[in-house]
C-alpha cells in the first residue's frame, strides 16, 4: 500500500532556506554565455567525424510535417497527440506505476489511504517550501543549473572565482584558469572565422517532425509500467478505457494538487541548487559563495557572436534522434488505435491533477531522500476500510 510511514519527510524542513533568496545577485549573461562556448568547442573539437545532432538528424528525416507524415505514412490525418485516449493514458503514466489503476477497488483504498498518509505525515514538513516566494528561487536555481552545465565541460566556475575548489577538486578537473584561457582561444577563433561555424541544420519543417515523433517515444514503455499491454494489441483500448473509467469513478479528495505540485518544483529547484554549491548552499554562507562567484563571472570578458548563441538555444531543444526513431515506429504501429483513440470522448477526470501532483512529488522525493515515498509499507498506520 502505498504511503509516507516509511520515508523520513522531517529530514525534508532542515533543506529549506536559512536566509532570504531575494539576497541572491542577478546572474550575470557570462554565465550562459560561458557554458555555450565550451559546448561548442567540444563540438569543434570532436570533428566531422561526430556530425552535429541537428545535422544527424537533417540527414535522417524527410522533409515534412508531423502532420504530414502522419498522413502520407498512416493513410490518415490521425492527431499528434494519439487522441483522447492515448493522450490520457500518457498523462496517467507517471500515477500508474504508484497506484493500481487497473483494479478500481484497490484504486480507491489506496488512494484514499496516501491522501491520508500524506495530510498527517507530509504537509507539515511541506510547508516551509510552500511559503517560499516562487520569484525568489529562480536566480540561484539558474546559477545553479549552469553551474552544473560548466562542471560538465571541465570549468567550475567556483574554482574559478576561488571560492570553493571543492567540486573542481572532487571530479578532478584541472586548473580552471587554463580551462578558461582555452575558451577565450576558441571564442577568438570564432570571431575570426564566423562562417566556420555552421547555422542549424534542420529546416522548420523537420524539427517539426522531429518534436513531433518524439512525444510518441514514451507509448513504447510506459503501458508496460501501468500493466497494460503493448499498444499493438487488441485488448490495449479495451484495458486503457476500463482505467479511464476507475479512475473517473475516484471521489474528490480534499488536497491541493496546486500546491503540492508548486512544493515538488521548489524541491526540485532546491535539490539542484545543493547539487551545485552543497548542501549549506541556501544559508547565509552559502549564499555568500554563490553571490562572490556571480560577481567575480561578471567581470568576465566572454565573446559569443549571437549566431553561437542562437544555436546552442536550438541544439538544446533537440530530442533525441534514437526517441524520434522510437516514436516515429511507435505511432505507425498503433495507428489502429489513434484512429480508436479519436472518435472516444472519455469522461472527465477530476482526480488527474491530483495524483499528476502526487506522482511528481514522489518522483522528487525520490531523489532528495534516497527513497520513494509512496513505495509499498508493510505496516502503515492509514489503512483505509473498505
Given at each position: 500500500?502505498?504511503?509516507?510511514?516509511?520515508?523520513?519527510?522531517?529530514?525534508l524542513?532542515?533543506?529549506?532556506?536559512k536566509?532570504?533568496?531575494?539576497?541572491?545577485?542577478?546572474?550575470?549573461?557570462?554565465?550562459?554565455?560561458?557554458?555555450?562556448?565550451?559546448?561548442?568547442?567540444?563540438?569543434?573539437?570532436?570533428?566531422?567525424?561526430?556530425?552535429?545532432?541537428?545535422?544527424?538528424?537533417?540527414?535522417?528525416?524527410?522533409?515534412?510535417?508531423?502532420?504530414?507524415?502522419?498522413?502520407?505514412?498512416?493513410?490518415?490525418?490521425?492527431?499528434?497527440?494519439?487522441?483522447?485516449?492515448?493522450?490520457?493514458?500518457?498523462?496517467?503514466?507517471?500515477?500508474?506505476?504508484?497506484?493500481?489503476?487497473?483494479?478500481?477497488?484497490?484504486?480507491?483504498?489506496?488512494?484514499?489511504?496516501?491522501?491520508?498518509?500524506?495530510?498527517?505525515?507530509?504537509?507539515?514538513?511541506?510547508?516551509?517550501?510552500?511559503?517560499?516566494?516562487?520569484?525568489?528561487?529562480?536566480?540561484?536555481?539558474?546559477?545553479?543549473?549552469?553551474?552544473?552545465?560548466?562542471?560538465?565541460?571541465?570549468?567550475?566556475?567556483?574554482?574559478?572565482?576561488?571560492?570553493?575548489?571543492?567540486?573542481?577538486?572532487?571530479?578532478?578537473?584541472?586548473?580552471?584558469?587554463?580551462?578558461?584561457?582555452?575558451?577565450?582561444?576558441?571564442?577568438?577563433?570564432?570571431?575570426?572565422?564566423?562562417?566556420?561555424?555552421?547555422?542549424?541544420?534542420?529546416?522548420?519543417?523537420?524539427?517539426?517532425?522531429?518534436?513531433?515523433?518524439?512525444?510518441?517515444?514514451p507509448?513504447?514503455?510506459a503501458?508496460?509500467?501501468m500493466?497494460?499491454?503493448?499498444?499493438?494489441?487488441?485488448?490495449?483500448?479495451?484495458?486503457?478505457?476500463?482505467?479511464?473509467?476507475?479512475v473517473?469513478?475516484?471521489p474528490?479528495?480534499?488536497?491541493?494538487?496546486?500546491?503540492?505540485?508548486?512544493?515538488?518544483?521548489?524541491?526540485d529547484?532546491?535539490?539542484?541548487?545543493?547539487?551545485?554549491?552543497?548542501?549549506?548552499?541556501?544559508?547565509?554562507?552559502?549564499?555568500?559563495?554563490?553571490?562572490a562567484?556571480?560577481?567575480?563571472?561578471?567581470?568576465?570578458?566572454?565573446?559569443?557572436?549571437?549566431?553561437?548563441?542562437?544555436?546552442?538555444?536550438?541544439?538544446?531543444d533537440?530530442?533525441?534522434?534514437?526517441?524520434?526513431?522510437?516514436?516515429?515506429?511507435?505511432?505507425?504501429?498503433?495507428?489502429?488505435?489513434?484512429?480508436?483513440?479519436?472518435?472516444?470522448?472519455?469522461p472527465?477526470?477530476?482526480?488527474?491533477?491530483?495524483?499528476?501532483?502526487?506522482?511528481?512529488?514522489?518522483?522528487?522525493?525520490?531523489?532528495?531522500?534516497?527513497?520513494?515515498?509512496?513505495?509499498?509499507?508493510?505496516?502503515?498506520?492509514?489503512?483505509?476500510?473498505?
Amino acid at each position: 500500500m502505498p504511503c509516507f510511514c516509511a520515508t523520513n519527510m522531517m529530514r525534508l524542513p532542515a533543506m529549506a532556506p536559512k536566509v532570504s533568496l531575494s539576497a541572491v545577485a542577478p546572474v550575470p549573461p557570462q554565465l550562459a554565455m560561458l557554458a555555450d562556448l565550451l559546448g561548442l568547442e567540444s563540438m569543434a573539437v570532436s570533428g566531422p567525424v561526430a556530425m552535429r545532432a541537428d545535422m544527424k538528424m537533417n540527414a535522417a528525416l524527410p522533409d515534412m510535417t508531423g502532420a504530414a507524415w502522419m498522413n502520407a505514412t498512416l493513410g490518415a490525418p490521425l492527431p499528434l497527440s494519439g487522441g483522447p485516449v492515448l493522450s490520457l493514458v500518457m498523462r496517467l503514466a507517471a500515477a500508474g506505476m504508484i497506484f493500481p489503476l487497473l483494479d478500481p477497488k484497490k484504486l480507491v483504498l489506496q488512494i484514499k489511504q496516501a491522501v491520508a498518509s500524506l495530510m498527517a505525515q507530509a504537509m507539515q514538513a511541506l510547508a516551509p517550501f510552500q511559503a517560499i516566494p516562487p520569484m525568489q528561487l529562480q536566480n540561484m536555481t539558474l546559477a545553479a543549473r549552469l553551474t552544473l552545465k560548466l562542471r560538465a565541460q571541465g570549468l567550475c566556475p567556483m574554482a574559478l572565482a576561488k571560492v570553493d575548489p571543492s567540486f573542481s577538486a572532487a571530479m578532478a578537473l584541472g586548473d580552471p584558469g587554463v580551462r578558461l584561457q582555452q575558451a577565450a582561444r576558441f571564442s577568438a577563433s570564432l570571431k575570426a572565422q564566423p562562417l566556420a561555424m555552421q547555422p542549424f541544420a534542420l529546416p522548420p519543417a523537420k524539427l517539426n517532425l522531429a518534436m513531433s515523433m518524439a512525444a510518441f517515444a514514451p507509448l513504447a514503455t510506459a503501458p508496460a509500467a501501468m500493466g497494460l499491454p503493448p499498444v499493438t494489441e487488441p485488448d490495449f483500448m479495451k484495458m486503457a478505457v476500463n482505467m479511464i473509467k476507475a479512475v473517473a469513478a475516484l471521489p474528490m479528495m480534499a488536497l491541493d494538487a496546486l500546491g503540492l505540485l508548486d512544493a515538488a518544483a521548489k524541491l526540485d529547484s532546491i535539490g539542484v541548487i545543493q547539487e551545485a554549491f552543497g548542501m549549506d548552499a541556501l544559508t547565509p554562507a552559502g549564499v555568500a559563495r554563490v553571490n562572490a562567484m556571480l560577481a567575480y563571472v561578471a567581470s568576465l570578458r566572454v565573446a559569443l557572436p549571437n549566431p553561437a548563441t542562437l544555436l546552442m538555444s536550438q541544439l538544446g531543444d533537440l530530442p533525441d534522434l534514437e526517441n524520434v526513431r522510437l516514436g516515429a515506429a511507435t505511432a505507425k504501429a498503433a495507428a489502429p488505435v489513434m484512429s480508436a483513440s479519436m472518435s472516444m470522448k472519455p469522461p472527465n477526470l477530476a482526480a488527474l491533477p491530483l495524483l499528476e501532483a502526487m506522482a511528481a512529488l514522489n518522483a522528487v522525493l525520490s531523489q532528495l531522500l534516497g527513497q520513494s515515498p509512496l513505495g509499498a509499507c508493510g505496516s502503515c498506520q492509514f489503512k483505509i476500510s473498505a
